[in-house]
């Protein structure tokens, strides 16, 4: 999905609906439980990005690798 197609209220809208629907049978211990489950899964989401954007910029500072030469 190219998320760059969808305005700001269009993923503020499906971000909710999500939420909504998935607390929808879930008890308060379970929907802080849920919530603790997403946000590091978001810390581990920002972290791979960040590694991938510093080790995709070194690799560009460094031009191409030759054969055989690391």
């Not at 972290?47 to 055989?68: F, M, N, Q, V």
């Amino acid at each position: 999905m190219d998320f760059c197609e969808l305005n700001e209220c269009e993923i503020n809208f499906a971000v909710s609906a999500l939420a909504n629907s998935l607390a929808q049978g879930l008890d308060r211990e379970e929907i802080f439980f849920l919530a603790r489950v997403f946000s590091q899964l978001s810390g581990a989401l920002q972290l791979i990005a960040s590694h991938r954007a510093l080790c995709d910029t070194k690799k560009e500072d460094k031009g191409p690798e030759k054969p055989g030469v690391k």
